[in-house]
């Protein structure tokens, strides 16, 4: 694959440099039937270095969920060799078994086949907190 | 179905509705005697408070309904590995309506998802109590007749009492109310309660060390305990309690009509002496508590 041209795809731009090979295991890429390219320190004017992953032949993943631990990234969808559509991602209301409650006193450290849940509690401050006791997410 | 986890989940009209149903109960106890008739009540406590485990038994006997349950988690289903779910679907079967005491935060949110009854929060480790804060509230509106412009005091450990943050949460909801936040500086409001009540809200607050300043100004005292475990050293924990204890010297400027409150279990931090002032109330909320306990019994069971 020629990194630079994709057909039908998405770039996520804009990931913290180093954080590309945590978000591939995150959005298990690795278990995508087609090419993923991850660059690694690419200069940016923007962020100094950055990383990029390029995902070709699949449109339908849900990136949002990567807004509460990587907020700066752009999302470009391609399609047709075209890029259609360029955004910051949005803070989804709520993010389940992604992360875990760090709070000893939480039900959910005794009664382990819970749900870890949070939710947007302060979307300005992408504060989120456990759907159980309210403790605020760790991101 | 309903439950109650939190006293966010009740709207202040639903709030007011409680109280006028409580003060309905005061005035005309025998016309609720039979009303729960059938109905029982289980009561889930998974760690011990004979205190409010006997308030919700008072409420539901007094509604002429029964009462079953356990008192600590060695005596139930939980000391033998069952889920917290699995033990109220069971329960679901036997009763009506459940109160639930479990020392894990959020546990009662668990249970009121798994439940085929409404569950009602009896107090999850130091995270929501909201029938103390109603007890709180039916007790600044029996002895006030109003929330609306109150200058509320709270004293002592603002820092760990949950009761006290959920009593602000709630008051915050009426106009006008002024809070003196009285406390060591070790033990001050959390940060994050200003900001995201007091500062959010625009209410007006102000923060003192001294209680005697305070005094004057106040329409409702609402007095907690200054535990010795918050405290590094032995030295201070004495020095600051005296500081923070109620006797009726301190009482000598406060207004006539004065408020006295404390969620009890008192230890030492309200005298003995104080106890026959008329503007003591501490006694009388442990009375409020039973009838504002009756009041949600009834809303939730739809009665
Ligand atoms: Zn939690």
Not at chain 1, 12 to 26: N, S, T, V
Request: proline residues 4%; charged residues 30%; contains cysteine.
């Amino acid at each position: 694959m020629h990194i630079d041209e994709i057909k039908n795809g998405l770039v996520l731009d804009h990931i913290k440099a180093g954080k590309a090979m945590e978000i591939y295991r995150f959005l298990d890429l690795g278990s995508l039937n087609c090419p993923v390219a991850i660059i690694q320190n690419a200069s940016s004017r923007k962020m100094g270095k950055k990383d990029i992953i390029k995902i070709d032949g699949v449109l339908d993943i849900d990136c949002n969920i990567l807004a509460p631990i990587c907020p700066d990234i752009t999302l470009n969808v391609i399609k047709d060799g075209v890029r259609v559509e360029k955004r910051a991602l949005e803070l989804p209301l709520e993010i389940k078994d992604i992360i875990k409650c760090k709070n000893p006193r939480c039900i959910t450290t005794t009664e382990q086949e819970l749900p870890h849940i949070f939710r947007l509690r302060k979307t300005k401050e992408s504060i989120y907190r456990c759907l159980y006791c309210e403790a605020r997410a760790e991101l | 179905m309903r439950s109650l986890i939190d006293i966010l989940d009740l709207k202040t009209e639903e709030i007011d509705e409680l109280i006028a149903r409580a003060d309905d109960i005061i005035e005309h106890p025998e016309a609720y005697r039979d009303i729960c008739r059938y109905k029982k009540l289980a009561t889930l406590f998974f760690e011990p408070s004979t205190r409010t485990r006997l308030s919700f038994e008072a409420a539901m006997y007094e509604l002429g309904g029964q009462v079953l349950g356990f008192s600590e988690a060695a005596s139930s289903s939980s000391a033998k590995g069952e889920s917290v779910s699995d033990t109220v679907r069971a329960v679901s079967c036997y009763a009506d309506i459940i109160a639930m005491r479990h020392p894990k935060e959020g546990a009662p949110l668990v249970a009121s998802m798994a439940a085929s009854i409404p569950v009602i929060n009896a107090g999850d480790g130091g995270h929501n109590h909201p029938t103390q804060t109603l007890t709180d509230l039916l007790t600044i509106h029996r002895t006030k007749g109003h929330f609306d412009n109150l200058v509320v005091g709270l004293c002592g450990d603002l820092k760990f009492g949950r009761t006290v943050h959920s009593l602000i949460t709630a008051l915050s909801r009426y106009s006008g109310i002024k809070f003196v936040l009285i406390s060591p500086e070790e033990l001050r409001l959390p940060d994050y309660v200003k900001q995201d009540v007091l500062t959010e809200k625009g209410l007006d607050w102000e923060e003192t060390t001294s209680l005697e300043d305070a005094m004057p100004k106040l329409d409702i005292l609402y007095m907690t305990r200054v535990q010795r475990e918050r405290f590094f050293n032995e030295e201070d924990y004495l020095r600051l309690r005296d500081s923070y204890i109620l006797t009726p010297e301190k009482l000598q400027t406060a207004k006539k009509d004065l408020t006295i409150m404390h969620p009890l279990p008192r230890v030492n931090e309200i005298s003995t002496a104080v106890d026959t002032d008329p503007r003591a109330c501490y006694f009388q909320q442990v009375l409020f508590g039973k009838y504002i306990r009756m009041a949600l019994i009834l809303k939730l069971l739809e009665l």
